[in-house]
T-cell receptor, first 113, second 109 residues
Framework: TAGITQAPTSQILAAGRSMTLRCTQD?????MYWYRQDLGLGLRLIHY???????GKGEVPDGYSVSRANTDDFPLTLASAVPSQTSVYFC????????????FGPGTRLTVL | GQNIDQPTEMTATEGAIVQINCTYQ??????LFWYQQHAGEAPTFLSY??LDGLEEKGRFSSFLSRSKGYSYLLLKELQMKDSASYLC??????????WGAGTKLIIKP
């Protein structure tokens, strides 16, 4: 079982360009999450989805959008990247509101120049 | 606002015991989690506490006091592979995780 996969592993992106970070899970988890992790800060929630077809805004949603067309996939799109979006992005999933742990993908390291 | 505090860095000796503290102030409480994160890797789940008291799992134990807004992670018989960051996270009233910045644990031989 692969768990959660993310692509790409890393990317360098010119400011103003758009990009989609991909996330796929094979655990049939209802809930999925996108976090960014920056040095000295805790993981910050960007967007989440409690079930296929629904999405919600987290702590730092500006400049990002998501969709949840099916259970397995939860792509994150940067419409017009800015240098402050340079970060490590983690996708995670969990069985639902009452289930305990979140499982994390390997992360995408994004640099915006 | 919501806040999770934990020490930035700690150093301990191989074979010893170390306690990593976490204090929190959040809007609601629906459980506290500890995760381990090795450098360059994803966080992995260690423990979950929702009731007061100690949860033991092998060399790792986690304690919670809801009235004090306090938790600690206790690591026994430290091994070099325990060198990592340890993340404390609280699930708030919206069932979202609020994360601390993590404690980097350095193990010396």
């Amino acid at each position: 079982t692969a768990g959660i996969t993310q692509a790409p592993t890393s990317q360098i992106l010119a400011a103003g360009r758009s990009m989609t970070l991909r996330c796929t899970q094979d655990m049939r988890h209802n809930a999925m999450y996108w976090y960014r992790q920056d040095l000295g800060l805790g993981l910050r929630l960007i967007h989440y989805s409690n079930t296929a077809g629904t999405t919600g805004k987290g702590e730092v949603p500006d400049g990002y959008s998501v969709s949840r067309a099916n259970t397995d996939d939860f792509p994150l799109t940067l419409a017009s990247a800015v240098p402050s979006q340079t970060s490590v992005y983690f996708c995670a999933s969990s069985g639902g509101l009452e289930n305990n742990e979140q499982f994390f993908g390997p992360g995408t390291r994004l640099t915006v120049l | 606002g919501q806040n999770i505090d934990q020490p930035t860095e700690m150093t301990a000796t191989e074979g010893a015991i170390v306690q990593i503290n976490c204090t929190y102030q959040t809007s609601g409480f629906n459980g506290l989690f500890w995760y381990q994160q090795h450098a360059g890797e994803a966080p992995t789940f260690l423990s979950y506490n929702v009731l007061d008291g100690l949860e033991e799992k092998g060399r790792f134990s986690s304690f919670l006091s809801r009235s004090k807004g306090y938790s600690y992670l206790l690591l026994k018989e430290l091994q070099m592979k325990d060198s990592a960051s340890y993340l404390c996270a609280v699930r708030d009233s919206n069932y979202q995780l609020i994360w601390g910045a993590g404690t980097k644990l350095i193990i010396k031989p």
